[in-house]
């Protein structure tokens, strides 16, 4: 059996309930109930400070206190370790994408590959399909890659690690308007392949209604209104969004 047959279609990819989350003393995450279905793309939106990176970073077990509970895939994992649910199938581009700038684009692939073993060699031709860029800069260090080519290598780093859940914290934040039409380009194809559900925090809107099926804003720790991305209106934005 295949790993990703062992998926379920039926139930949430990710499930979270009544989730608090905390730095010190300051309490950052009020409650958050959220839903994740299988193969599909939910944008996280807020202005702000409201707590999105906090919850990605509560999602992956990154948070230095939360209660509440997070399952994926059926299975209670807010107990584990951030490794651990790496292993199980999530996979964090953190905000300001942290690739290797002192390594090469290959030696920054290198290091996923050497997680995800062969799985992860295997899918290397996809992400040079997804980012021809990541193929053409093989040889250079990663710190001279412009901003937004540096985003391609950590969400093509990231994939090759064969998540389940890819949880992109603004992946447009600060690079020009033809790469993060790439960087939709390669969310609908990822999505189009199946098997792949994405969370996407996004201050570009017309990039996060555009590439998301559903979406959640959060407001001072709190779901403020959840729907369908076909109904975040002019309307939803200027109540909620801006600033
Ligand atoms: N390490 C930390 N220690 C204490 N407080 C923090 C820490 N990191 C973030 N915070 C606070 O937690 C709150 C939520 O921050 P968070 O980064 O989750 O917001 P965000 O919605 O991702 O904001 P942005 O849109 O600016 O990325 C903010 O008030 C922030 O000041
Ligand atoms: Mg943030």
Redesign the pocket.
């Known amino acids: 059996m295949s790993e990703d047959s062992q998926i379920s279609t039926k139930q949430p990819l990710l499930s979270i309930e009544n989730l608090k989350a905390s ?2 003393e ?1 309490i ?1 995450l009020r409650g958050i109930d959220m839903v994740v279905k299988p193969n599909s793309v939910v944008a996280l939106l ?10 990605l970073r509560s999602i992956m077990g990154l948070m230095p206190k939360t209660e509440g509970s997070i399952c994926f895939n059926g299975e209670p994992i807010q107990e584990l370790r951030s490794d651990q649910r790496a292993r199980l199938g999530l996979g964090y581009v953190p ?1 300001g994408r942290d690739i290797f700038p002192n390594l090469t684009v290959q030696e920054n692939l290198e290091v996923s590959v050497s997680i995800a073993g062969q799985a992860g060699r295997d899918r290397l031709e996809e992400v040079y399909e997804l980012f021809p860029v990541i193929k053409e800069m093989l040889g250079r260090k990663g710190g001279v890659l412009s901003g937004g080519q540096q985003q391609q290598l950590a969400i093509g780093r990231a994939l090759l690690t064969n998540p389940k859940l890819l949880i992109l914290d ?1 992946p447009t934040e600060g690079i020009q308007p033809s790469i993060i039409d790439q960087i939709e380009d390669a969310i609908h194809l990822l999505k189009q392949q199946g098997n792949l559900s994405i969370i996407l ?1 996004e ?1 570009y809107l017309d990039f996060a209604k555009a590439a998301s099926d559903e979406f959640y804003i ?1 407001d001072r720790g709190s779901v403020v209104l959840a729907g369908e991305s076909d109904d975040l209106t002019s309307g939803v934005i200027d109540k909620y969004l801006t600033v």
Do not use: A
């Open positions: 730095y010190d300051s950052i807020g202005r702000n400070g409201v707590g999105k990176t906090s919850l905000q603004e925090v201050q959060l």
